[in-house]
């Protein structure tokens, strides 16, 4: 407390998970991928899981990122919640 500058609880470079959710669709998945990548460079397809909803309407992806900043963070989660295909991000 008191203390004006803020902490992460992360070190960095970490490996981060972020997990997306959005309705099943190519669209979605092309734009949430797109959206991380933009700010991680390419990932590696083991780096990238999805598991669709029991009555298959939605689709959650999980891409786990080597992270290097805490902006770089903020501004993955920044790109995903403005965009109006992702649902939710975690």
């Given at each position: 407390?008191?203390?004006?500058?803020?902490?992460?609880?992360?070190?960095?470079?970490?490996?981060?998970?972020?997990?997306?959710?959005?309705?099943d669709?190519?669209?979605?998945?092309?734009?949430?991928?797109?959206?991380?990548?933009?700010?991680?460079?390419?990932?590696?397809?083991?780096?990238?899981?999805?598991?669709?909803?029991?009555?298959?309407?939605?689709?959650?992806?999980?891409?786990?990122?080597?992270?290097?900043?805490?902006?770089?963070?903020?501004?993955?989660?920044?790109?995903?919640?403005?965009?109006?295909?992702?649902?939710?991000?975690?």
């Amino acid at each position: 407390m008191g203390d004006s500058g803020e902490q992460s609880l992360l070190e960095f470079p970490c490996e981060f998970p972020i997990k997306i959710m959005g309705r099943d669709s190519d669209e979605f998945r092309r734009v949430a991928i797109e959206l991380v990548e933009k700010h991680t460079g390419k990932s590696n397809d083991d780096a990238i899981r999805m598991r669709p909803s029991r009555k298959g309407n939605f689709l959650s992806i999980t891409i786990t990122i080597v992270a290097t900043s805490q902006d770089q963070l903020d501004n993955i989660y920044h790109d995903l919640s403005s965009h109006d295909e992702i649902v939710i991000a975690l």
